[in-house]
């Protein structure tokens, strides 16, 4: 039984970290809509991309506990608190800013018709808040997977890696959102 849910655990969090990575490649392509239908096509397809990580990661998270809380000692307290955490804060933030944000987008941008996008739904599709959620998703789980390696490393070392790597990821798409807020968007 150990093994199973210790599998289940590591396999929910691998998919998880695919689901949350595709999930932001596809939110930060929005910006290269093309037209207000592929923006509205596009925005529902991150929506569904949201729902299968979401659901990947409700599942980790329901693995670990059960086996933080099935086996004395198996798994460390500590241990579990940070793969938990690592797995629901940014699961978290996505349902918090990015899932409405994409809403709203996919709902303006249906909306439209045919007729041209608004330069404020194009900074909408570019938006920081809308993709680097999915990218901590992704770096969380990564990191939450980096907690099987061997214990020499420490426990402390993912967690921190995935924090400094999200910053970077943050002030690099910060950087991109602006350039596009005084650019106009391009289309592929």
Known sequence: MYSALNGMAAGFTLLLLAFAWTAGSKAGKLKWFGSAERLARRSRKLLTWTALAS???IGAAAAVWLLSRSYDGALPTERAALQLTLIALPIA???LTALPGARRLWREAARLNGAPVPARLATK???VALVAPYRAAALGA???LALYAPAAWGTA????????????LWMLR???TKHTQTAAPVSR
Do not use: E, K, N
Request: net charge positive.
């Open 93 to 95: 933030a996505v349902w």
């Open 55 to 57: 659901l990947s990661a």
């Open 157 to 168: 070392t993912p967690a921190l890696a995935c924090a400094a790597t999200f910053a970077a």
């Open 125 to 127: 599709a570019a938006s």
């Open 142 to 144: 990564g990191a939450s």
């Open 174 to 176: 910060r950087r991109r």
